[in-house]
């Protein structure tokens, strides 16, 4: 066996000896790379595949409760799927079963989460350690050189399988066939952007910017969907097939059950693209980490100026994330516009229908269906802006584990100059990000633009607070930033699925954004607004003096 390590002098280059042998060398210690990974994802595939899966297969039991008559359910598939706006969010409904309902109400959002999922498992477990070094130092031993990303891809396998078998086990009475469709769906679409990232992480010298991308490819495939989705009422749209996510919806699961089938019987054979675009984009991916260095990437970061010109920690914070925030609120503003777009047809989607009237008046307030529609959007993007001020307030550990914190520390940088130039951007770029969010939609719906800037903005405090967790938990171990993560996805799965599963209260209540007035529409209710500012601040005066005591990894 020969190591795969390689000199970092040139961008990339054939692998040296180890390319031309057999492919049993290629992949030597793939399966104590995998037993490594499983053992590092423990927690997070295993809580991933449990949520996700979980909220999927019990989806069954609280539309029952909801629609629990035939002809309520009738009543709802008909409502949503002549309308347009409903359609380009969840796809057409394809029956009126009560697994078809699950089925139209979850796959879009499933296979994307199914994507997210994959894609940070691949990240974390090619470029992540490339970046960090840990990479070279494996590769120095008998380590293949396709080996970790045959590991990483096999791990993603493993946590696809499972979120599948979770879901076809608890959809199960309603049909196995149905269940199968849709629990196959979610898995294949999640695998499809595992492969997707595998290759974007040879294409990147960053983790972070990897993600960034592969979110953006899973971005577009949500986009596309809901474009030809808007425009036909069967999933039949040229967009709606360029879009993996419109694969899985037209798997079209449970569309064999039911008093109202649009198109009988589950389509099997859309399991083939999945295989083939698979199959297809891991020959790419390991062709593409056959032909570079360990460390290396095809399209690497350019060396800067020999003379540096940043001269202080917020302008170098500025430089680091100036490009991801220019991603951000780009999508922002062209999901506003999008979502602005729809809110004219929201007042038509619910006029007949008084359960789906409850759900978004309770996502959304009581002051008319129109602003009750414009609130849940704007609490929508108000989660999603979460995301990203974690993501930014996570640089810290990045540039700490990354080694770069320490040249920076080493000189008249005080740990809380450091941290500020990066909680600037974090802040001060979500309240831009939910800023331009704001204007999209104003832009797009056309009216009332003052009321729904302000309704953005009020969504910052919660934004905030989040993102103050996930800086407390980085300030008090490096160790437990990534739980950061994890608390907004369970704020977001709370926010996306408790109003239609009616959760009790007091689960609702472990999220920041279900205490915020529903605006536009109702009048301004400040104390709570004042109470999470609060305590957003003092979470960042906890975790600057938490920050200054740790010991960093240096």
């Not at 970046?131 to 590991?151: H, I, N, Y």
């Not at 550990?397 to 809380?416: C, D, K, M, Y």
């Not at 300030?475 to 926010?495: D, E, M, N, R, T």
Request: hydrophobic share 50%; proline share 4%; charged share 10%.
């Amino acid at each position: 066996m020969t190591s795969v390590a390689a000199p970092a002098a040139g961008r990339t280059g054939r692998a040296g000896g180890s390319s031309n042998s057999g492919g049993s060398r290629q992949l030597a210690g793939t399966g104590i790379l995998l037993r490594l990974a499983l053992r590092r994802d423990r927690v997070m595939v295993p809580a991933w595949a449990l949520i996700l899966g979980g909220v999927i297969a019990t989806g069954s039991g609280a539309f029952e409760t909801l629609y629990d008559t035939t002809a309520k359910r009738a009543q709802l598939a008909q409502s949503m799927t002549a309308n347009s706006s409903m359609r380009s969010l969840y796809g057409p409904v394809f029956s009126d079963s009560l697994g078809g309902i699950v089925a139209w109400r979850y796959a879009v959002f499933g296979a994307a989460l199914a994507g997210v999922m994959s894609l940070l498992i691949v990240i974390r477990h090619t470029r992540d350690e490339e970046e960090t070094g840990r990479q070279e130092m494996l590769s120095s031993a008998m380590v293949g050189r396709r080996a970790p990303l045959t590991a990483a891809l096999l791990t993603a396998l493993i946590a696809n399988v499972g979120t599948a078998l979770i879901v076809a086990a608890g959809l199960s009475p309603e049909g196995g066939a149905g269940a199968l469709a849709l629990g196959l769906s979610i898995g294949a679409c999640g695998m499809l952007f595992a492969t997707a990232a595998a290759i974007v992480a040879q294409l990147t010298e960053s983790a972070r910017l990897a993600r960034g991308l592969t979110t953006a490819v899973i971005g577009a495939a949500f986009v596309l969907h809901s474009a030809g989705d808007a425009a036909t009422d069967d999933g039949s749209s040229v967009l709606t097939w360029l879009s993996p996510i419109g694969w899985a919806e037209n798997m079209r699961a449970f569309a064999s059950a039911g008093s109202i089938v649009r198109a009988p019987g589950e389509r099997w054979w859309v399991l083939l693209l999945f295989v083939a675009a698979i199959a297809v984009q891991a020959v790419v991916a390991y062709t593409l980490a056959g032909r570079r260095d360990v460390g290396m990437s095809f399209f690497p970061t350019r060396p800067g100026p020999a003379d540096g010109r940043l001269g202080t920690a917020g302008a170098l914070a500025w430089r680091l994330q100036r490009g991801g925030l220019l991603g951000w609120s780009l999508g922002f503003l062209i999901s506003g516009v999008i979502f602005g777009g729809m809110t004219k047809g929201a007042a038509d989607l619910v006029g007949d229908n008084e359960q789906a009237k409850e759900i978004f008046q309770r996502m959304g307030g009581q002051s008319g269906l129109t602003d009750a529609f414009l609130s849940a959007m704007l609490g929508m993007l108000g989660m999603v802006v979460a995301l990203y001020g974690v993501s930014s307030v996570l640089r810290l550990h990045g540039e700490e584990t990354g080694g770069r914190a320490e040249p920076i520390l080493a000189n008249a940088v005080s740990r809380v100059r450091w941290a500020a130039g990066h909680l600037v951007i974090a802040y001060g770029g979500s309240a831009l990000v939910m800023l331009l969010g704001g204007a999209g939609l104003a832009l797009g719906y056309g009216h009332r633009a003052p009321g729904i800037l302000g309704a953005a903005l009020v969504q910052l405090p919660a934004v905030w607070t989040l993102t103050g967790v996930a800086l407390l938990l980085y300030a008090v171990s490096a160790k437990a930033a990534q739980a950061g993560w994890a608390v907004a996805g369970i704020c977001l799965a709370i926010g996306w699925i408790g109003p239609a599963l009616n959760l009790p209260q007091g689960v609702m209540d472990v999220s920041p954004f279900t205490h915020l007035p529903k605006l536009p529409g109702p009048a301004m209710q400040w104390p709570p607004v004042i109470a999470l500012t609060v305590l957003a601040v003092a979470l960042v005066a906890a975790s600057l003096m938490a920050l200054r005591r740790r010991d960093l990894s240096t």
